[in-house]
Each structure stands twice: as C-alpha cells, then as structure tokens.
T-cell receptor, first 112, second 105 residues
Framework: NAGVTQTPKFRVLKTGQSMTLLCAQD?????MYWYRQDPGMGLRLIHY???????AKGEVPDGYNVSRLKKQNFLLGLESAAPSQTSVYFC???????????FGSGTRLTVV | GIQVEQSPPDLILQEGANSTLRCNFS?????LQWFHQNPWGQLINLFY???GTKQNGRLSATTVATERYSLLYISSSQTTDSGVYFC???????FGKGTRLHILP
C-alpha cells in the first residue's frame, strides 16, 4: 500500500530552469494538495484540487502551475525557478474536504 | 480567514517529562488533525480529532470545538518524540506554524 508517492525526492535547479514535481496516490482520494515548508513558516498551501480536471489557488500560488489530468496524479510545475522557491515541497491527499490528510515524504528543492 | 496559532513555539524537556501542546483557532472548525514531523522530515499522522478525546499509547489529544482549541498531551517523553508538532484545520486547509519539541536524554 504505497499511499502518496512524491518524485523526485531531491533536486537542484539553476535559476530560470523549469521542472515538474509528481505526486501520485493510490487511495482513490478526490482531494490533493501541494504545500511548501520553509523554516519557521509551517506548511503553506500552494494549490489544491478537488477532483480530476480541477485546480484551485492556495495561499502562495505565484510562480507555480498545477495540473490534475488523472485522479491519482497531481503535478506541480515551476516554469522559471527562482531562489525564493528553494523549499521542501509536500503533497497530500484526502478523500473529502475536511477528512484526514495522508502526506508524501516530500521533495527537497534547491534553486541556485 | 481563520487563524491557527500553536503554543509554545519551542519546548525543551528532559526525557520522562510530560508536555502539553496547544492549538487555538479563530473560527469554528469541523475537523482537526495533529501531525508529528520527525527529524528526517516525515509528516506522521497522530490524531484526526474534530472533537472529544483520543488516546494512543503515551499520546492523547482533546479538541473542544466550542471553545476553539485542541490540546496534544505527551506523557513520559522519549528522545524519539523530538521534532515538530503541527495542528491542521482540515476543512480550511490551514496548518499552524508548529511547536518544536526537543527531548534531552
């Protein structure tokens, strides 16, 4: 039972490069979320999805795009990476809004 | 929007001590969850507790939704309890900033 799987686990990007983070869940959850975690800031919501084909902005969406083409996958894209996007990124899913979250193990991204 | 505040922000205790972590929220909520982030960064679900009290071994949690707070109790602390504890208001998709707990051997 894999739960929520994030790839890659680590990545170093140069300023201006692009990349996509993949989140996959095998629990048939409707809701999926992308958070970033910075020291002293807790977890801040970037984007979330309430079902296949839907996305919505969270607290800190600027500089990121997302897609949910398949129910089990939620992609987070950085079109032109900036050093301010150096962070640890977590994906989570839940069956419904308000249900308990299941988290992935995180992606540590460094932009130099 | 709803505010979620956790206290204390940092806590250092000797092994074997008990502790109480608090999560206050500024508006009514339907669901609340406690997580432990271990030193390796993993977020581990502790309790999903919209109301009432739950216990799991040395840990227990109480949420009093009408008074807008939740408490996490850790008894007989062990060094493996070290890390950051977050509360999350699930139906508002908001996390507190966490309490960093350090247990000294």
């Amino acid at each position: 039972n894999a739960g929520v799987t994030q790839t890659p686990k680590f990545r170093v990007l140069k300023t201006g490069q692009s990349m996509t983070l993949l989140c996959a869940q095998d629990m048939n959850h409707e809701y999926m979320y992308w958070y970033r975690q910075d020291p002293g800031m807790g977890l801040r919501l970037i984007h979330y999805s309430v079902g296949e084909g839907t996305t919505a902005k969270g607290e800190v969406p600027d500089g990121y795009n997302v897609s949910r083409l398949k129910k089990q996958n939620f992609l987070l894209g950085l079109e032109s990476a900036a050093p301010s996007q150096t962070s640890v990124y977590f994906c989570a899913s839940s069956h419904r809004l308000g249900d308990g979250y299941t988290f992935g193990s995180g992606t540590r991204l460094t932009v130099v | 929007g709803i505010q979620v505040e956790q206290s204390p922000p940092d806590l250092i205790l000797q092994e074997g001590a008990n502790s109480t972590l608090r999560c206050n929220f500024s508006d009514s909520v339907n669901n609340l969850q406690w997580f432990h982030q271990n030193p390796w960064g993993q977020l581990i679900n502790l309790f999903y507790i919209p109301s009432g009290t739950k216990q799991n071994g040395r840990l227990s949690a109480t949420t009093v939704a009408t008074e807008r707070y939740s408490l996490l109790y850790i008894s007989s602390s062990q060094t493996t309890d070290s890390g950051v504890y977050f509360c999350a208001v699930n139906d508002k998709i908001i996390f507190g900033k966490g309490t960093r707990l350090h247990i000294l051997p």
